[in-house]
């Protein structure tokens, strides 16, 4: 598998000076990274939870908590 380097060949990019360099003016190539890369993401929302899965997490989280203190009292007793 061949790998195809994504920065640009100085020979066929205009505007830069021989070694790489930028004169003044020139705006410098663009960065090699393709942050829009993947697809749109149009279905998650862009809010927080919805009630009822935090709710039913926190009563999830009472009821943990709730055996382990009388788990901890039976054991005291």
Known sequence: ???????PE?????GLE?????PPG???????S???????????PPKG???APLTLILVLVVLVAAFFLAYGIALIV
């Open 34 to 44: 393709m942050p829009e890369a993947g697809p749109q993401e149009t279905h998650n």
């Open 49 to 51: 939870w919805a009630k």
């Open 10 to 14: 100085p020979e066929r990019s205009t």
């Open 1 to 7: 598998m061949t790998h195809i380097s994504p920065d």
């Open 26 to 32: 020139e705006t410098p190539p663009a960065e090699s």
């Open 18 to 22: 021989p070694g790489g360099s930028v």
